[in-house]
């Protein structure tokens, strides 16, 4: 589709956009909420900056599309393909996310609290915070969800909902470079989580819940355990 042919009909109030073809297309800075886009193919598109609030992304493919600083708060994203696509600085507050695909993505100083994440596949994703922000998980619901070899360093995921998720060998320690914060999982539910093979170096754990977690091979160094509920 025509970029000017998508915002004339944007701007004269259709919303229907289904099954577009918007590859390697450039919408910096452009608002395009509440619209629907389900099925849709970005790949390779820059879309920085884009006000997608509230719109519909359902199935849609995003695969290493540049996505920085765009707004998806209270998008539906179920089912889409973000497959190493850079989601730096994106606000994806209270975002459907469920059984997405995240492998590769980046992630850093993404704001993605009260953010629905139950099934995602985010293997090897990139959540280590930006010079300006960390990474913002609080609440976020990733139930089940493969962050295996993840990078979370320094995120918030202050009572996130990982129950039986995949951490196998993530990185959730606190990091080593100037100024980075623990990884926080204060009250987070980790029940029947692998965390085998998992660095939760110097992350805090206060009252997180670990029943049933594997923890095999896991390190715990400088981790504070205050009022967890261990395995």
Do not use: H
Not at 29 to 38: G, H
Not at 144 to 172: E, F, P, V
Request: aromatic residues 8%; contains cysteine; charged residues 20%.
């Amino acid at each position: 589709m025509d970029i000017n042919e998508l915002l004339k009909r944007y701007t004269q109030g259709e919303r229907e956009f289904q099954k577009s073809n918007l590859q390697e297309v450039e919408l910096i800075k452009v608002n395009l909420s509440r619209a629907d886009f389900s099925y849709s193919d970005f790949r390779s598109s820059r879309l920085g900056k884009t006000n997608f609030s509230a719109a519909c992304f359902l199935g849609a493919d995003f695969s290493e599309a540049i996505l920085w600083g765009t707004d998806f708060s209270k998008a539906n994203l179920e089912k889409a393909i973000l497959r190493e696509v850079d989601l730096s600085g994106a606000i994806l507050t209270e975002a459907n996310l469920t059984q997405v695909n995240l492998i590769k993505a980046t992630l850093g100083g993404a704001n993605l609290s009260l953010a629905q994440l139950p099934g995602a596949i985010v293997y090897e994703a990139d959540f280590r915070p930006t010079s300006e922000q960390r990474t913002n998980l609080t609440q976020a619901n990733l139930s089940a969800a493969n962050l295996s070899y993840a990078k979370l360093n320094g995120a918030n995921l202050y009572q996130a909902q990982l129950m039986n998720a995949q951490l196998c060998r993530a990185d959730l320690s606190k990091g080593i470079w100037q100024n980075c914060l623990p990884t926080d999982l204060s009250e987070a539910n980790l029940q029947n989580a692998d965390l085998s093979y998992a660095d939760l170096s110097g992350a805090i754990l206060c009252y997180a819940d670990l029943t049933g977690a594997d923890l095999t091979g896991t390190i715990l160094t400088n981790v504070d355990l205050t009022g967890a509920i261990l395995p």
